[in-house]
Every structure is written in C-alpha cells, then in structure tokens.
C-alpha cells in the first residue's frame, strides 16, 4: 500500500499491538488514534513500540448496561471529540473506525466532507454481543453503514449481523482476532497426569463471563466423582472475586486465585494446565481462545463466544455449550473430564493447528486486501474506467 492510513480506535490492549505493527509494515503510513491510553479496569501497560499514536481528546461516559442475557456490565463509553479535526488535518486515503458509535459517526461524516477518502468500519460484534440494542442505535448504525466502504467483521456471526442492514457481502471482509503466536506455539503439547485435567479461565471476574453458572456446574460434577480431585485455576480479577471465593464447593474441587497475570507470562501459565475453561455469556470473540488453541490446549467454551463458535470443535479442539443451559455446561464439563489423557494429548496438535494461520501478519493482510478494494474503486470513478 502506498497511501495514508488512519485508524481509529478506544485503546491499544498487548494481543492487539502485534496486528497493529503487522499492518503498519504493510502500509506506507498508519497513524492510530485512541480514545484513552487504556481503561481503568484494564491491569495492561501501555505498549506502543513501533506505532505512530495519537491520544485523542475525548470524554468518557460510565455507564451500566443490561443485556438479554441477564447479565450487567459496567460500560465505558468514550467519546472522542476532536475526530473531524484530527482527521483534515491528516488527510488520510483510507480511515478505519472502530465499533459503530460516535467515533465512526465523525468518520463517516469526514467521508462525506472528504471525498476521496475511504471509510472502514471494524464492526468488532458479534450477534450475542448486540442483542437488546435500542432503536436509536440501530438507526445509527444504518446510516453509518450506508456510508462505509467496507466493513471488517470477526468471523461468521459478526457478518450475519452486518448482512442486517443491508450492506452486500462483497463489502464485507473477516479478520478474525489474533495476537502474537510464536511464543504459546513452542508450548510442549504433552501434559504430565497432574496437569491434565486442569482447568485455566482467564479473564475478568464479571457476571458477562459466566464463571459463576460455570463454578455451579462443576460443583455439581464434584459432587457426583467424588474419587477425582479438580483443580480450577482463576486467572484475573473483577468485582465477583469474593462471590467466587464464597461459593461452596465439594472437598474434591480446589480453586487457585492466580491475580492478574502479565501478558508475557501467559503462554508459561498454559503450559501448566490441560484444559481452557471459556463459559462466557456474550463476547464479540475471545482472543483467549486462540491463546489456549495455539499452547495446545483444548478448550471447553460456550458458544456464545465467536472464537469457540469458529474454531472449537467437540472432541477435536473442545467440547461446547450454551451456558445458560445449566445440562449443557454439565454435559460437556463431563465430557471433558472423562476423555482419557491419551485422547486429550491427541487432541492438543489439532487444536494448534486450528489457529495455525491466525497470524497477526496474515490477518494484517486481509485489512490490506480491504483498503486495495476500495481504494481501487475510487481509481475507477476517477478515471471512469468501468
């Protein structure tokens, strides 16, 4: 690419930075504009080597938000106000916007003031994740999306989504999460008997993330083998910490507070467990589901995750459920844990290969592909070539 790009974005979280550099090598120029330097419920420092980033001024609303689910969640909601201005004074060939409030909404009104520029909207949702959406919204984003160019979506669910409000497939282009790989592909895939059968989540302790449903269920299991012992290892931190460590639990089932773990010390902490634990209620992707998959570590997620819905395949990568669907989570925690260890250690190279190609640089090549079919439509209404 040979032109200016500028992305627009709330933060910069450490899985993100290696796609972001993926894609400034592959541009002549990539400016990122954020929000903030990171949100206060983030325990991530800041980590901008290699990037050209601009930290916008912006205004944060709190908010608590409810979804259909049953589960609440505290919302920042960030408004950046300076975009317009930002955005003329760059002069950009291409602007990619993410998310689909006002930050895009400036975006789009700049692809109206700027003609020849080019505006994509990376739509990082799910249909999980946007259920219970007001009609305000939902206006919004129509006409938002009337404007676009193209439209970057995770995986299928987030396309599904898109197709919505009439935008045509061809317009539409997947760029599934991704981090750096390297260091949890070298992660020995075998696990020694005592790790087997461990369990990892990792992630906030929010009611969105299903862990409590999740601690329930396998309470539940304990209590009916009450000859195997369970360990269950807690990664993060959030407001449920003291549910957590209050709910009762058979003899058999241990938890491990682990805190928050840096994320350069991840890929040595799943080398240490045998299974992944995902029971989330609604999450646009999951990027700990690469992590685990790449470290060679089956998964035991609920769909309601992009990531397991993609790449989480019963007795192959995982094993699935809804988790709302209190048998469910039963059913495939059980299944999990009465796989034998050799099935399990033949399970590991499949679930490494399922995320063999979610590379940062090849994802970055797919937004690459999406700004070169754009920007070659403006060559043709410029040259009027048909």
């Known amino acids: 690419m040979t032109q200016r790009v500028a992305l627009l974005t709330n933060f910069i979280p450490p899985y993100r930075a290696p796609l972001y550099r993926a894609l400034a090598g592959q541009t002549e120029e ?42 609440s969640e505290r919302l920042y909601v960030h408004i950046p106000y300076d975009t317009l201005w930002l955005l003329a004074r760059y002069r950009p060939a291409v602007v990619i916007s993410c998310e689909l409030g006002v930050r895009t909404l400036q975006a789009a009104l700049y692809r109206l003031v700027a003609r020849k520029s080019r505006l994509i909207v990376w739509a990082t ?21 009337r404007r676009a160019d193209a439209v970057l979506v995770n995986g299928e669910s987030g396309a599904r989504y898109i197709e919505r ?53 396998l309470a539940r299991w304990g ?43 991840l890929a040595a902490l799943y080398a240490q467990v045998g299974i992944f634990v995902l029971p989330t209620l609604a999450d ?66 499949h679930a490494r290969e399922a995320v063999r190609d979610l590379t940062a640089p090849l994802i970055g090549q797919r937004i690459v592909e999406a700004m070169r079919c754009v920007t070659g439509a403006r060559t043709r209404e410029q040259t009027g070539s048909p």
């Open 125 to 145: 949702l799910s249909e999980q994740s946007e259920q219970g959406r007001g009609r305000l919204r939902i206006w919004l984003r129509r006409w938002i999306l």
């Open 30 to 71: 990539l400016r990122l504009y954020l929000s903030t330097p990171m949100e206060p419920n983030r325990p991530w420092p800041n980590d901008w080597r290699g990037l050209h980033v601009t930290v916008q001024r912006n205004f944060t609303l709190h908010m608590t938000g409810r979804h259909p689910h049953g589960f």
């Open 284 to 349: 646009e992707w999951g990027v700990v589901v690469n992590e685990a998959l790449a470290s060679g570590v089956p998964v035991l997620g609920s769909v309601y995750s992009q990531a397991v819905e993609e790449l989480v395949h019963d007795a192959r990568t995982g094993w699935t459920f809804r988790i709302d669907r209190a048998d469910e989570v039963y059913a495939a925690l059980d299944r999990a844990l009465t796989t034998a260890p050799e099935m399990l250690d033949a399970m590991r190279p």
């Open 223 to 265: 209590e009916n083998h009450p000859d195997r012992a369970v360990e269950f290892w807690l990664a993060g931190d959030g407001p449920l910490r003291a549910a957590l460590h209050a709910m009762p639990l058979p003899p058999n089932v241990t938890l491990r507070f682990l805190g928050n773990i840096a994320y350069d010390d």
């Open 165 to 217: 409000f009439a935008v045509p497939p061809r317009q539409i282009f997947r760029v599934p999460y991704t981090t750096e790989m390297s260091a949890f592909m070298v992660t020995p895939p075998h696990r020694a008997p005592d790790q087997a059968y461990r369990l990892l989540y990792a992630g906030q302790f929010v009611e969105r993330k299903g862990v409590i449903p999740f601690l329930t269920a």
